[in-house]
T-cell receptor
Framework: AQSVTQPDIHITVSEGASLELRCNYSYGATPYLFWYVQSPGQGLQLLLKYFSGDTLVQGIKGFEAEFKRSQSSFNLRKPSVHWSDAAEYFC????????????FGTGTQLKVEL | DTAVSQTPKYLVTQMGNDKSIKCEQNLGHDTMYWYKQDSKKFLKIMFSYNNKELIINETVPNRFSPKSPDKAHLNLHINSLELGDSAVYFCASNDQANTGELFFGEGSRLTVL
């Protein structure tokens, strides 16, 4: 069965500092991987996704993520965090070939200090 | 212009009541979902419909009954509400033949007193 672990429940960074949110997955083959962001009171918005090819993927709002097969990881990064990035971030894994069953991690809440 | 819209956004009700949440998507997708997000923000899939046909039915009490009148709509009816049903319910949609990316509604916060 597929699963996702986000080891950090809360992370606080200063505005302008760099950010890395960790995500580890368990899946039998190469999965489809996603990062979503949820602002307070809002639904989830896709930041970026990985299916194949270049293991470094770029997303919206200046985020990027790197797929590392050897470590079963898909960590999210941003070089300089803005106060508006404060939100809940979810990593998700889906079956190869797409399909309909995404499994989400438990989320990481990001706080940004001004 | 909202891609996936849910109503109501907030719902407060007493234990034992029956309530419904409606969802509509205008993205032309063929698959729709209900996810439940608990107080710890954990997201768990409940149901999925593809072209009005139920394709995912996780271990959910049978008090929860989804209905899809057409591929653009997916409603969730809950009978005999319990305290533990309090959560945020998210509707989502995608194209099953696509890469799995989900498009979410803004959520419906259900509070059972």
């Amino acid at each position: 069965a597929q699963s996702v672990t986000q080891p950090d429940i809360h992370i606080t960074v200063s505005e302008g500092a760099s950010l890395e949110l960790r995500c580890n997955y368990s899946y039998g083959a190469t999965p489809y991987l996603f990062w979503y962001v949820q602002s307070p009171g809002q639904g989830l918005q896709l930041l970026l996704k990985y299916f194949s090819g270049d293991t470094l993927v770029q997303g919206i709002k200046g985020f990027e993520a790197e797929f590392k097969r050897s470590q079963s990881s898909f960590n999210l990064r941003k070089p300089s965090v803005h106060w508006s990035d404060a939100a809940e971030y979810f990593c998700a894994v889906g079956p190869t070939g797409g399909g309909n069953k995404l499994t989400f991690g438990t989320g990481t809440q990001l706080k940004v200090e001004l | 212009d909202t891609a996936v819209s849910q109503t109501p956004k907030y719902l407060v009700t007493q234990m034992g009541n029956d309530k419904s949440i409606k969802c509509e998507q205008n993205l032309g997708h063929d698959t729709m979902y209900w996810y439940k997000q608990d107080s710890k923000k954990f997201l768990k899939i409940m149901f999925s419909y593809n072209n009005k046909e139920l394709i995912i039915n996780e271990t959910v009490p049978n008090r929860f009954s989804p209905k899809s009148p057409d591929k653009a709509h997916l409603n969730l009816h809950i009978n005999s509400l319990e305290l533990g049903d309090s959560a945020v319910y998210f509707c989502a949609s995608n194209d099953q033949a696509n890469t799995g990316e989900l498009f979410f509604g803004e959520g419906s916060r259900l509070t059972v007193l």
